[in-house]
């Protein structure tokens, strides 16, 4: 912590600095002016040597000067492998400050979530998703930037930092509008590809970046050389000589002066002992001590600690600034500049630093510290078919995904491959290795696990394991055929059993939610296998919900549905090991069985349902894929109900996350098709469109089911915007597609409704006939809403009487039903079609409740238009 550092001369280091000092000055003056003002990102960029760091030293001067709270950190290129490094420098310290019972009030909900990424709690069981420990991380200087107003955050050398921390930076950046904190990091240009350079290319756009060159006449006489610099800087404080115009040519003289052989041949004239010394500390990188050193260099205690003075002397080591705010152990070591450690890591020999890391990873292991420190070093090692490295490594990974950190734990596993395991380990490694993705990257997962499985010594319980995550990493990168047949080929390689039935259970799965075909030799075989259950265990209770959401889709009866789908159930609730984060069944299949419930009328137990899995994922950090489902699930629950404001919001709110898994996938689509429905309801024309149009909410189709039935929602959309013949073509394909799947539900696929309604001025008896059928599929099916739509669409095509006594017979079925916004719109279908003001104020109440705008706008004048006739 720095608050209250007394004030410091200014830094002799600066030229021509005034316009980035202005800059800095505005941004403070910005922060000091109210708490609720905006943060502000200042991004430096420049070449080595440059004078960055020099940079934000005055800037924190200034800041301190002002009142404000100063955190910082710096990246390291030796430590770019270590998750959360920086990001724990810039916060560990203050949450350290903290008692436990205070971290966790200021954390909150996050406090677990983003505490092990943060280094102050013990990880969880689960892995979390690395997006919601990112979210975590943003919440946490959200709070602490609260209670330390005004917070100033400083990040030396980011293109160093580590993957998760420019993750979060990035995320970050974005949010600083709502966040009052000032951040400025330095950085120098390129040196990062991949991942990394996403990220400060986001952190840039989002920052006001100060990209001129630094500290041009230093730059000049330096060459930019990184210890020249600070040699030069150096003799220029002890020579004080004002850092103005007029004494610039001073600096070539002051530069031949301090300038020796280079940096190496510095050390080399320090002594043999100070080069070893020098090359441990840049081994170690960080928490480097004369006791840690010279275990590594094995040297004797006093030879190491004559070396460490030798080198602060010659300004390549010094005692860490206790203005940083970060702890530090007693006699803790740190570099002059990261580009000298850099200078040093680099002049060791390449055997030498082979070796020293090794020792160092052993040196850790032995106090404790744990694989995921150990790891650092274990990954610069040279494979030596060690089956202790393998072991490590694999041990390392589990530590990275506690905490959120699945890249690192990715590096750990691809180089446990290199050692190369053992034979009978090596497809375990594989599997690992396709776990760490399965939250994140559907694609990549498919890889390692395909790998795995193609591989001797994968058997039992894992390789049925492996199979099951394989086929659902397949569904989510819309490989759904694929994934069928994945599980269909490991089921015929067992006997019968629970085992293949389980197999067998996944198979059915994901054919049921093809989107396009179902055999309907396949319905009844799964009737018939159904039947024999008695939901004496998960597997049978799978068999029972994945009969129920068959004979939903297709429009059967909706009491067999529900007496399917609470047989399932144990006291009404799900069973152990058929949760939604057990792994051995999955989330799909929860989500087949809420969405029976929701359009079996039975919304009460598919919200609740819905609702669950967004509590445990989100308890659990799961913020990728599976939460996106689970929004995306629960919005349609929302809106089935009439609770279309709720619906929006949570629709929303998936959507997003699904962004960040990928598009076009099947989640994708959810939250995506979820959404318009949604807007359509809400009489939000104009805005259905952009998102339509915004996130690809066109042909061509995933292979997967969605619900709301895509094409139907599709259709209705574009009859909404005037392209009338288009949205016929559409509304025209979902029958197709009905009728491929041997049958349908009128609720779950409303095509037929709302193709009756647009043909009746064109087509008017093939608008009736489509209307009988729907009637005769919702009787069929059974329920209120249903029946009470089909009698809706009836009432449509007819006037008069006729049309009275079907809106009539409608409100009362959509009555008993739950879905309220139906209701609303039959109650002003009613009124408008009979002059009646009750219907008409009755159904403005229901569409005002439910948030359809453009419903009670339509029943509001339908209401002053008779009150003027």
């Known amino acids: 912590m720095t608050e209250g550092r007394p004030p410091v001369a200014a830094s002799a280091a600066l030229w021509e600095r005034d316009a980035e000092i202005a800059t800095v000055a505005r941004a403070l003056d910005v922060l000091c002016a109210d708490r609720s003002s905006a943060g502000s990102l200042l991004v430096f960029r420049g070449e080595a040597g440059l004078g960055k760091t020099a940079l934000l030293h005055e800037t924190r001067r200034i800041a301190e000067r002002r009142g404000c709270t100063v955190w910082s950190a710096r990246g390291a290129e030796t430590l770019r492998s270590v998750p959360f490094n920086v990001v724990r420098q810039l916060l560990q310290p203050a949450l350290l400050s903290l008692l436990p019972e205070e971290a966790r009030e200021y954390l909150g909900d996050w406090y677990d979530i983003a505490g092990p990424a943060l280094g102050i709690v013990d990880p969880q069981e689960s892995s979390p998703d690395p997006q919601y420990v990112c979210d975590g991380l943003v919440a946490a200087v959200r ?21 998760e921390t420019l993750r979060w930076l990035a995320a970050f950046a974005e949010r600083l509008a709502d966040l009052s904190v000032l951040v400025v990091i330095a950085r120098r240009p390129g040196e990062v590809a991949g991942d990394s350079a996403r990220h400060l290319d986001t952190i840039a756009a989002a920052g006001r970046p100060a990209d001129d060159a630094f500290c041009r006449e230093v730059w000049a006489v330096t060459a930019g050389n990184p210890y020249e610099t600070v040699e030069l800087l150096a003799k220029v404080q002890d020579s004080e000589v004002q850092p103005v115009e007029a004494r610039a040519g001073e600096l070539r003289a002051l530069n031949r002066a301090a300038r020796g052989g280079g940096l190496v041949d510095r050390l080399k004239g320090l002594g043999l002992e100070a080069t070893r010394f020098a ?69 060791i020999p390449p055997g030498v630093c082979t070796a020293m890391h090794g020792v160092a990873a052993q040196i850790i292991t032995e106090l404790s510290r744990g694989a995921a420190e150990a790891a650092r070093h274990l990954l610069k090692v040279h494979p030596d078919d060690d089956e202790e490295l393998v072991e490590q490594l694999r041990e390392a990974a589990r530590e990275h995904l506690a905490v959120g950190a699945p890249d690192a734990a990715r590096r750990c596993l691809e180089r446990a491959l290199e050692e190369p395991p053992r034979p009978e380990v090596h497809a375990h490694v594989l599997y690992e290795l396709g776990c760490a993705t399965l939250l994140t990257s559907p694609a990549v997962t498919i890889d390692h696990l395909q790998n795995a499985l193609g591989t001797a010594g994968l058997d039992g319980d894992d390789r049925v394991d492996a199979v099951v995550r394989l086929s659902q990493a397949l569904l989510h990168n819309d490989q759904l055929e694929e994934a069928v047949r994945t599980v269909e080929a490991e089921a015929a390689r067992h ?34 296998l159904a039947g024999t259950c008695t939901g004496r265990d998960n597997a049978e209770r799978a068999l029972l919900i994945l009969r129920g959401f068959d004979a939903m889709t297709h429009g059967e009866s909706a009491a067999e549905v529900l007496e399917l789908c609470d047989r399932a159930l144990v006291n009404g609730r799900l069973a152990p090991g058929l949760g939604w984060t057990d792994p051995e069944w999955g989330m799909e299949l929860l989500m087949m069985l809420g969405s029976a419930y929701a359009y079996a009328d039975r919304l009460d137990r598919a919200e609740s349902l819905f609702a669950e899995a967004r509590r445990v994922y989100t308890g659990a950090g799961w913020r990728g894929g599976h939460l996106s489902l689970a929004n995306a699930f629960l919005g349609l629950a929302y809106r089935r109900q009439g609770r279309l404001k709720d619906a929006e919001a949570t629709l929303r709110e998936g959507l997003a996350l699904a962004e960040r898994v990928g598009r076009r996938l099947p989640l994708y689509w959810s939250s995506t098709c979820g959404l318009v429905d949604t807007l359509l309801a809400r009489g939000r024309v104009d805005e259905a469109w952009t998102i339509a149009e915004r996130y690809g909410f066109a042909p061509p189709y995933p292979s997967t089911i969605v619900l709301p039935d895509i094409r139907s929602v599709r259709g209705r959309l574009l009859l909404a915007v005037g392209r009338t013949e288009e949205g016929v073509n559409e509304l025209e394909a979902a029958e197709k597609t009905a009728a491929s799947r041997g049958g349908h539900n009128p609720v779950l696929a409303p095509w037929s409704i709302d193709l009756a309604k647009a043909l009746a001025g064109s087509d008017p008896a093939r608008a009736a006939r489509l209307a009988a059928d729907a009637r005769a599929q919702a009787e069929r099916f059974g ?11 009836a009432a449509a095509l007819e006037t008069g009487e006729r049309a009275a006594r079907l809106y009539a017979q409608a409100v009362t079925y959509l009555e008993a039903s739950p879905c309220q916004y139906e209701h609303a719109a039959a ?43």
């Open 495 to 528: 006997e019968a059993g629970p085992v293949r039935m389980r197999l067998q259970a996944f198979q059915y799965m994901w054919e049921g939610i093809h989107g396009e075909t179902v055999s309907t030799a396949r319905s009844q075989s799964l009737a018939e």
């Open 783 to 793: 329920t209120d809403t249903a029946i009470g739509e089909a009698l809706r669409c």
């Open 279 to 347: 090359w441990a500390a840049a081994i170690l990188g960080t928490h480097i001590t004369v006791d840690m050193v010279a275990r590594l260099a094995t040297m004797p205690d006093d030879v190491a600690a004559h070396c460490a003075e030798l080198l602060c002397n010659a300004r390549i080591l010094t005692a860490p600034d206790p203005a940083s705010g970060a702890e530090h152990e007693e006699g803790e070591l740190e570099f002059v500049h990261p580009l000298i450690a850099t200078a040093v890591y680099n002049s």
């Open 143 to 163: 709070r602490l930037a609260r209670r330390e107003w005004p917070l100033v955050l400083l990040v030396d050398d980011a293109h160093w930092a580590d993957q």
């Open 827 to 869: 109650r002003v279908e009613y009124g408008i079609a009979t002059g009646s003001a009750a219907e008409l104020e009755r159904g403005l109440d229901l569409a005002l409740a439910c948030g359809a705008d453009g419903l009670a706008a339509q029943a509001t004048a339908a209401l002053r238009d008779r009150r003027v006739g």
